[in-house]
């Protein structure tokens, strides 16, 4: 018969602790035997009866040694391989790391259980250019009081590092709420490394927004000034707008009848594209010729 090992019984009585515990307030899917890649866990809380927002878990029994006290707080930690972490950075939800004490063989049962987010340090910190990362942690649900620590888990820390996940995408998104009446709340503090890529998304944003403004508008179903809110964000970008985003821009001078500022945008990316080095030449020819082309049309209708 097939043996099984210490840290195999460990590593299941670790997760039973776990699912009983997350039960109290979740739903609880272990993956399924064979498909495990670093979940163990499919969860989704459940606030007013009702199911709220999903997350993953992974959990990990910890010996005795990786629970530390260091300037008075007591918390446990954990040596995480680089390539767990840009798998649970991947993904596109919460993902947090359990770690659960087993200082003895056979166990007592826990009276604490460490809790690691590691979406939220992949967010802060980004992935290690080493192997490995030791991610230490002193929040934690205690048996004393689960009820509590539950609540606060799934009302204050998941709605939180959920808005967070888009912050590496660019986008600022509101934290999750029960009700849509609630006021809206954003992450703060954190994120500032991807401000740069924020800017770019509200530009995209913004040229996709003048386009189906632009449709809108001559469907009759749509405003003069609703599209004009978008062109002054894509007006905003000056030289750092795509091709896709001066097109718009031509095409709302010339739904205004402002050929003069359609031909000067045209004009402007003509330029642009002649002296755009990381384009090839053939890649230029093609472009100024085209944009010259809606120069002489411009010509005409003027």
Same mark, same amino acid.
């Given at each position: 018969?097939?043996?099984?090992?210490?840290?195999?019984?460990?590593?299941?009585?670790?997760?039973?602790?776990v699912?009983?515990?997350?039960?109290?307030?979740?739903?609880v899917?272990p993956v399924?035997?064979g498909?495990?890649?670093?979940?163990d866990?499919?969860?989704?809380s459940?606030?007013?009866?009702?199911?709220f927002?999903?997350?993953?878990?992974?959990?990990?029994?910890?010996?005795?040694?990786?629970?530390?006290?260091?300037d008075?707080?007591?918390?446990?930690?954990?040596?995480?391989?680089t390539?767990?972490?840009?798998?649970?950075?991947?993904?596109?939800?919460p993902?947090?790391?359990l770690?659960?004490?087993?200082?003895e063989?056979?166990?007592?049962a826990?009276r604490?259980?460490?809790?690691?987010?590691?979406?939220e340090?992949?967010v802060?910190?980004?992935?290690?250019?080493t192997?490995?990362?030791?991610?230490?942690t002193?929040?934690s649900?205690e *048996? @004393? /009081? =689960?009820?509590a620590?539950?609540?606060?888990?799934?009302?204050?820390i998941?709605p939180?590092d959920?808005?967070? !996940? $888009?912050l590496?995408?660019?986008?600022?998104?509101?934290?999750?709420?029960?009700?849509?009446?609630?006021p809206?709340?954003?992450p703060?503090d954190?994120?500032w490394?991807?401000?740069?890529?924020? *800017? @770019? /998304? =509200?530009?995209?944003?913004?040229?996709?927004?003048?386009?189906h403004a632009?449709?809108?508008e001559?469907?009759g !179903? $749509?405003?003069r000034?609703?599209?004009g809110?978008?062109?002054?964000?894509v007006?905003?970008y000056?030289?750092d707008i795509p091709?896709?985003?001066?097109?718009m821009?031509?095409?709302?001078?010339h739904t205004?009848?402002?050929?003069?500022r359609?031909r000067r945008l045209?004009?402007?990316?003509?330029?642009?594209?002649d002296?755009d080095?990381?384009r090839s030449?053939?890649?230029?020819?093609?472009?100024?010729?085209?944009?010259?082309?809606?120069l002489?049309?411009?010509d005409?209708?003027?």
């Amino acid at each position: 018969m097939p043996t099984v090992d210490i840290s195999r019984l460990k590593g299941n009585y670790a997760q039973a602790v776990v699912v009983s515990w997350l039960s109290r307030a979740c739903l609880v899917r272990p993956v399924a035997e064979g498909t495990d890649i670093g979940i163990d866990l499919y969860c989704e809380s459940v606030l007013d009866g009702q199911p709220f927002l999903h997350f993953w878990v992974q959990v990990k029994a910890i010996p005795a040694e990786n629970v530390t006290t260091k300037d008075g707080r007591t918390g446990a930690s954990y040596a995480f391989e680089t390539k767990h972490l840009a798998y649970w950075d991947r993904q596109p939800i919460p993902v947090y790391a359990l770690l659960v004490p087993l200082p003895e063989w056979p166990p007592t049962a826990p009276r604490i259980v460490y809790g690691v987010r590691v979406t939220e340090a992949l967010v802060r910190d980004g992935l290690p250019s080493t192997a490995s990362r030791t991610l230490r942690t002193s929040d934690s649900f205690e *048996l @004393s /009081t =689960i009820d509590a620590d539950l609540l606060t888990f799934v009302t204050e820390i998941v709605p939180w590092d959920t808005a967070v !996940l $888009g912050l590496k995408r660019g986008i600022v998104s509101p934290l999750p709420a029960r009700s849509d009446d609630a006021p809206q709340r954003f992450p703060r503090d954190i994120g500032w490394q991807y401000l740069e890529r924020t *800017l @770019s /998304t =509200i530009r995209d944003a913004a040229m996709g927004g003048l386009y189906h403004a632009l449709i809108g508008e001559k469907l009759g !179903l $749509g405003s003069r000034e609703l599209r004009g809110r978008f062109e002054a964000i894509v007006r905003l970008y000056g030289d750092d707008i795509p091709d896709f985003g001066l097109s718009m821009l031509v095409r709302a001078a010339h739904t205004d009848g402002d050929l003069p500022r359609a031909r000067r945008l045209v004009q402007r990316a003509l330029v642009r594209f002649d002296s755009d080095q990381t384009r090839s030449p053939e890649e230029r020819r093609q472009r100024a010729e085209n944009l010259r082309a809606l120069l002489n049309e411009l010509d005409e209708r003027s």
